[in-house]
């Protein structure tokens, strides 16, 4: 984790952030600490971004991905901004661990027994997308981070939503549904 820049933010949404965990073309995540004390990533696309409608949508499908997931093997999310928020953001589970890329890198290829077992408690977290109706399109070492007890699934944003986003459409409008976070 590096520490966070003179120009990065604080604080988002109420959540302290305390370090850079990474940045891509389009954004920024940062580790950061809830007002309860929970350990979360924090996705934040880069302001020159936020107006950008094929961005927005983007981001939007990712965050309604992640909360139709639920298991041991994929981050949760804790929150997310609403659509109309100034600049889009999600909070989730902060995994502590190094990715599958860069664990081989380190240590060289898994070896049989291990590759086995981590296969296994792969498909167990790709059941869990596949459960909510939804197609994970790329599913690859930098995507999956390495936590002290399993590998869990971080990355949403190519998920292909399908007719799972129309029954999920559905129960957004059901009376008594609570979602958490958004």
């Known amino acids: 984790m590096e520490s966070v820049m ?3 933010p604080r604080r988002i949404a109420g959540i302290e952030l305390h370090g850079r965990l990474g940045e891509g073309g ?3 995540v940062f580790f950061g600490v809830t007002p309860g004390g929970g350990q979360v990533a924090v996705k934040i696309v880069h302001k ?3 107006d950008r409608e094929d961005i927005r949508e983007r981001f939007d499908r990712e965050v309604t991905a ?6 041991p093997r994929v981050a949760s999310l804790i929150a997310a ?3 109309d928020d100034e600049q889009p953001r999600l909070a ?5 661990g190094l990715t599958l890329r860069d664990f081989v890198h380190e240590h060289g290829p898994l070896g049989a027994d291990m590759g086995a077992a981590f296969g296994d408690l792969l498909a167990e977290g790709l059941s869990a997308v596949h459960e909510a109706g939804l197609l994970h399109r790329d599913l690859n070492p930098a995507n999956i981070l390495l ?3 399993d590998p869990k699934i971080i990355y949403f944003r190519l998920v292909s939503l399908g007719e799972a986003l129309d029954s999920y459409a559905a ?3 059901t009376s008594g549904v609570t979602l958490g976070g958004r």
């Open 6 to 8: 003179p120009s990065d």
């Open 26 to 28: 389009m954004g920024q």
């Open 48 to 50: 020159a971004y936020a």
């Open 66 to 71: 992640m909360s139709m997931m639920q298991g």
């Open 81 to 83: 901004a609403g659509p």
């Open 92 to 96: 989730m589970e902060y995994v502590r």
């Open 147 to 149: 936590a002290d007890d």
């Open 171 to 173: 129960e957004l409008t």
